[in-house]
C-alpha cells in the first residue's frame, strides 16, 4: 500500500518517493500538493534570498524524520505535472526534484541511475538494463558472454553502488577506464574471456 509522507517545511506537501545519497543529498524525490505551494515550494529551493531559502527538506516518517538536503540548488532539474481542476481533490501537482546528474547523458560512469525495480546489489548485478549501463561506460566493446565474469569483476571491485530509498532505488557505476581497461586485456589474453 502506497504511504504519502508529509514535509515538515510545509505540512500539505506530501512525498511518495525519494533518493539521498551517504550524505543525505538529495538525489530524487516525488511530491505532491496544491499547485501554488508546489511552486512555492521550488521557488524557495532555487531562491538566493538568505531569509527564504530551504536547503533542507524534513520528511516525517517513522521511526525517525528523514533529511533530504540541498547541497547544490543549481543542480537540481524539476518536472511538474498538474491534475485537473475537477478532480475530488481539485488541481493538484506532481513535482520530481532531482539531482541532473542523474539524467544527464554524457558519461553513464559516476551517474546515478532510478529504478523502481533493481531492489538489490545482487538483482542489480543480474539486471539488463545494468549490463548496458556497463557496455555504455566500457572503453573497449564487452561481448554479452563475458557478463557473468564482467559483472562478477565490477562488484568485486565495489564499482557498482546500490541505495535504496522510499520506493525507490538508484544505483551508480563507477568504472575507472584505466583500470578496467587493463584487466579486461588481461581476461583476454588469458582466454578467460573468449572472443569466439
Known amino acids: 500500500m502506497l504511504s504519502l509522507y508529509a514535509l515538515e517545511e510545509f505540512p500539505d506537501i506530501y512525498t511518495d518517493a525519494y533518493l539521498v545519497d551517504d550524505d ?30 530551504i536547503r533542507t527538506l524534513t520528511v516525517n516518517v517513522t521511526p525517525r524524520a528523514q ?12 518536472s511538474v505535472a498538474k491534475t485537473p481542476k475537477e478532480t475530488l481533490f481539485g488541481c ?45 561506460a566500457s572503453p573497449v566493446p564487452l561481448l554479452d558472454a563475458w557478463r557473468s565474469t564482467v559483472m562478477e569483476f565490477i562488484v568485486g571491485e565495489n564499482w557498482l553502488e546500490h541505495r ?24 583476454v ?3 578467460t574471456l573468449r572472443l569466439d
Not at 533529511?67 to 524539476?78: C, I, Y
Not at 558519461?107 to 539486471?127: E, F, K, P
Request: with cysteine; hydrophobic share 45%; aromatic share 8%.
Open 24 to 53: 543525505d543529498g538529495l538525489l530524487f524525490v516525488s511530491l505532491w500538493g496544491r499547485d501554488a505551494r508546489a511552486l512555492e515550494l521550488l521557488a524557495r529551493l532555487t531562491v538566493n534570498d538568505a531569509d527564504s531559502v
Open 67 to 78: 533529511r533530504l538536503r540541498v547541497l547544490d540548488a543549481s543542480r537540481l532539474s524539476k
Open 92 to 136: 493538484l501537482a506532481n513535482v520530481w526534484i532531482y539531482d541532473s546528474d542523474c539524467v544527464e547523458q554524457r558519461n553513464v560512469s559516476g551517474r546515478w541511475h532510478i529504478s523502481r525495480d533493481l531492489t538489490s546489489l545482487a538483482m542489480a548485478q543480474s539486471s539488463d538494463l545494468v549490463w548496458r549501463l556497463v557496455q555504455q
Open 164 to 187: 535504496s530509498g522510499y520506493r525507490i532505488y538508484g544505483l551508480r557505476l563507477s568504472l575507472p577506464e584505466e583500470v578496467f581497461l587493463t584487466h579486461i586485456s588481461a581476461l
Open 189 to 191: 589474453r588469458d582466454h
